[in-house]
């Protein structure tokens, strides 16, 4: 199986644009996590989607958003962009939603790195 | 509050030798416990999981980890290091009835020849 996907590698935008990421899970996984990592900050939870529907979501602005397709692809968002946003984004995918199995393991995309200037 | 530690920013050890990783953690109830590494320019790749059952939890290329539920701890072991064990490991723990992964500050693991 091919594992998770997440376009654009690498990204370079400046400050008040906005950004698009995407994300593809591992083939038959129907939950995607986002997170953030920073040396700052460390790895951050963002959201996670499961059917479309936003399940939880972590301690960031509303510049954040994401959205999950009916084939699972997540894409997230961020508007306005800061110089603080600059960060790898990671999107990690599970078979089903970590609140119905727990113990199911995420399995991680090699990330997005994007730089804001 | 929910949270993981890892102690040692970084861990140096001889090709050959047993390492160890530590994680300890502080969550209401009974969680689930990870382990993941993360090599440069890469995302990260599980190697284990505490979920219910016996203490010990074998896992990828070698890797092992003791759950010890009074000190509230989750290390990381390998009887024997290889170079290529190099890498960034973060421990990750999931408090029960949430969907997100908590995740340590991570350790630098070196392994020298």
């Known amino acids: 199986k091919a594992g998770v996907t997440q376009t654009p590698r690498y990204l370079i935008k400046t400050r008040g644009q906005q950004v698009t990421l995407s994300c593809s899970p591992i083939s038959g996984h129907r939950s995607v996590s986002w997170y953030q990592q920073t040396p700052g900050q460390g790895l951050q939870f963002l959201f996670e989607y499961f059917s479309e529907t936003q399940r939880n979501k972590g301690n960031f602005p509303g510049r954040f958003s994401g959205r999950q397709f009916s084939n699972s692809r997540s894409e997230m968002n961020v508007s306005t962009l800061e110089l603080g946003d600059s960060a790898l984004y990671l999107c990690?995918?599970?078979?089903?939603?970590?609140?119905?199995?727990?113990?199911?393991?995420?399995?991680f995309g090699p990330g997005t790195r994007l730089t804001v200037t | 509050a929910q949270s993981v530690a890892q102690p040692e920013d970084q861990v140096n050890v001889a090709e050959g030798n047993p390492l160890t990783v530590k994680c300890t953690y502080s969550?209401?109830?009974?969680?689930?416990l990870f382990w993941y590494v993360q090599y440069p320019n890469r995302g990260l790749q599980f190697l284990l999981k505490y979920i219910t059952g016996d203490n010990l939890v074998k896992g990828s290329y070698g890797f092992e980890a003791e759950f010890n539920k009074s000190q509230t701890s989750f290390h990381l072991k390998k009887p024997s290091a290889l170079v290529s064990d190099s890498a960034l490991y973060f421990c990750a723990v999931r408090p029960p009835n949430t969907d997100k992964l908590i995740f340590g500050t991570g350790t630098r693991l070196q392994v020298f020849p």
């Open positions: 990690a995918s599970s078979p089903l939603s970590l609140a119905g199995v727990p113990g199911y393991e995420q399995y």
């Open positions: 969550v209401s109830g009974n969680p689930y």
